[in-house]
């Protein structure tokens, strides 16, 4: 069966595509993986992956009247299926979120786990649709309590809809004793594990600077093994992939909160 997560945070700059490119090429070691990035107004996977020079899109799917398969957006890339989605605030515009759905529900017949690479914030329909159609949210956040509190309206919003809690996964943490504190206050707040504290780390910011995931770029990094950690400790849901399609596409768009 397909499982789907939705990488979001609440905040920006926590380091959601960072986390679901790192993430994604861990559990590509056991796990056929695809990633989307699914934050379409403000797209950025696409320079984190190398892919940012490539000609089809998650936009060019969601064009409105487009009959493109998904596949014709995925590029097969660090033992993973990624989609990027393209940067032009044109095509944003010119674009239908709710098919996003049917690219999802396409995608998920082909591949055991999803990760979408979500919107910051959820101000509007299309940045919630990843966190509606998601089975369950990975939030990443900083260990701090402002960040902590914009993770929890996150869950909030994604529980209203049946979107389950993964975990919270801690990101660009300098302080580990700190992490300690926060992370027992957090277990009492989320519905979900502490999946991990990744380090701040330069390695992710040469890794985005030589446009590589993390994984990739510094497999021995202290933050990509933290990612490695964090992604083993998420049991992935497998089984048999009946209705999977039919799940996503017919879910129900809610009006933005
Ligand atoms: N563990 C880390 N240590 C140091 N820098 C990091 C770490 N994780 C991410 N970064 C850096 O922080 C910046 C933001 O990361 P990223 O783009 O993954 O965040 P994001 O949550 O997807 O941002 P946005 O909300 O803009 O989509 C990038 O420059 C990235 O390299
Ligand atoms: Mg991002």
Redesign the pocket.
């Known amino acids: 069966m397909v499982e789907a997560f939705a990488v979001a945070?609440g905040k920006?700059?926590?380091?959601?595509?960072?986390?679901t490119l790192a993430l994604g090429m861990a559990l590509a070691e056991e796990h056929d993986v695809t990633v989307v990035d699914a934050?379409t107004g403000?797209a950025?996977l696409l320079f984190h992956a190398g892919l940012a020079d490539v000609e089809t899109t998650l936009h060019d799917l969601l064009a409105d009247g487009s009959d493109r398969p998904a596949s014709d957006a995925v590029y097969e890339r660090f033992g993973m299926k990624v989609v990027p989605c393209g940067t032009s605030l044109d095509a944003f515009r010119e674009s239908d979120p709710e098919r996003l759905r049917d690219v999802v529900a396409d995608l998920a017949a082909d591949t055991d786990v999803l990760l979408l690479?979500s919107p910051?914030t959820l101000a509007s329909r299309s940045a919630v649709l990843p966190v509606v159609l998601a089975d369950r949210v990975v939030l990443?956040t900083q260990p701090t309590i402002p960040a902590l509190s914009d993770a929890m309206k996150v869950q909030e919003y994604a529980t209203a809809y049946g979107t389950g809690v993964a975990g919270v996964l801690f990101?660009?943490v300098r302080d580990e004793g700190g992490v300690e504190r926060v992370a027992t206050q957090a277990e009492r707040y989320f519905e979900g594990p502490t999946l991990g504290a990744?380090?701040?780390?330069?390695a992710?910011?040469t890794a985005?600077r030589a446009g590589e995931p993390l994984l990739a770029h510094a497999p021995d990094s202290a933050?990509a093994r933290a990612y490695r950690a964090a992604a083993a400790s998420l049991d992935v849901a497998t089984g048999p992939a009946t209705g999977v399609a039919e799940r996503f596409r017919s879910a129900v768009v809610p009006d933005g909160p």
Do not use: I, L
């Open positions: 945070s920006g700059g926590t380091g959601k595509t960072t986390s934050d403000m950025n690479d910051a990443v990101n660009k990744v380090p701040a780390d330069e992710a910011r985005r933050a």
